[in-house]
């Protein structure tokens, strides 16, 4: 089974997306792993992708999306590297040849193997994970973290995972579409970038898993109810 990992950044996030993929190379080796790279290397700037941690970079001019400059205009830094992931995703699973597509946010990192998420997508086809997994009941948390999830969206889009064909292909589509044209951090009217959409998913589509292991999306926004611990 073919497992795709990719992140979407900018060369200024090119420092923390190297720990991600290096955290992944530790874990999964055999994982192809793709940077979607929205911008171009800056002048003086030497960026060869064949000493990078990943296999193989896609440049988001190169996703089809016209007019790209455009396109690019009507959105700042943020916007544009979370809609870009709803294309790639959808053509992914147009082309073949990946069977499981896992999209993580370039400052996150593995301290673990993702092999759950396999098993899991073997009975389901999308994966999710929310920002909370567990009532909050201090005053200063509901506050900071539940009412953050409530203008944000219930799911972290720092991850999802698929089966790229089935639920997991029709989800890609539909993203695909919302993104190119509703992907701006608007929250008077209802939008957060590529995670509010995200909020309908368990309504519109079949085979969607919530994943609550405390373990998986570990992050400020519930470490109120979170242990972490540093061992040797």
Known sequence: MKVLVYSSFTFSYLNRARVLFQTLRRFHPDWEAVALITDEPPPGFAFDPAAEPFDRVVWAKDLGIEPFRGWLFRHDVVEVCTAVKGPFLHQVCEAGGADIAIYLDPDTALFAPLDPLVA?????DILLTPHLIDP????AAILDNDLSASRTGIFNLGFVAIRTT???????????????AFCYDDIPNGLFVDQRWCDHVPALFDR??????PGYNVAS???SKRKVAITR
Not at 208 to 213: G, L, M, N, Q, T
């Open 120 to 124: 899991m997508l073997q009975r389901d």
């Open 136 to 139: 909050n009941e201090d005053p």
């Open 166 to 180: 089935g639920e997991g292909a029709r989800f890609a589509r539909w993203w695909n579409d919302r993104l190119l």
């Open 208 to 213: 969607v898993k919530v994943i609550r292991d």
């Open 221 to 223: 926004w519930n470490l």
